[in-house]
């Protein structure tokens, strides 16, 4: 996912918020549908969509795969200190990371670490050889602490309230 924190908010009526809760929800919805669900006809709530995506609010779609049924419900999240914190540091872990498949997320954490990891792998065997040949090895990590995942309690797209 890109990251978008540079962006201005952008401003959105309660048509637009309805818009992307829906979408959220269903990416493969018909415009016909949506436009029904929202109370507006098909042209401007695709000129909607249009713009939503054009102002980059709407970043992408794509299918929520099933972790389980694909081999991969092991998560381990991964706090990550590293040993340089200047901003060609940073650069190169983040360079780093966005190569790693097994790593999900990656967020920049304020606090006792630098950064965040979640990682899915098929088990914890797969997981160690991940740690071990990958993770360990990014650019200027000094020590990691890990926390396996027993359960996933709550896990959804982003929609507004």
Do not use: W
């Amino acid at each position: 996912m890109p990251n978008d924190s540079s962006s201005e908010a952008v401003e959105l009526d309660r048509i637009d918020q309805a818009i992307l809760n829906i979408l959220a929800v269903d990416g493969r919805v018909s415009m016909t549908s949506l436009a029904e669900q929202v109370g507006l006809s098909k042209t401007p709530v695709l000129a909607r969509v249009r713009r939503l995506e054009t102002e980059g609010v709407i970043l992408n779609y794509r299918a929520s795969l099933s972790p389980s049924k694909l081999g991969c419900s092991h998560v381990a999240f991964v706090e990550t200190r590293l040993l340089d914190t200047r901003e060609a540091a940073l650069r190169a872990f983040n360079a780093a990371v966005v190569k790693v498949p097994e790593i999900e997320e990656c967020h920049m954490i304020a606090g006792g670490y630098d950064y965040l990891l979640k990682v899915r792998t098929r088990d914890i065997a797969e997981y160690r050889r991940v740690m071990s040949e990958k993770i360990s090895s990014l650019p200027h990590v000094s020590s990691t602490s890990t926390f396996v995942a027993m359960e996933t309690v709550k896990e959804t797209a982003l929609t507004l309230s």
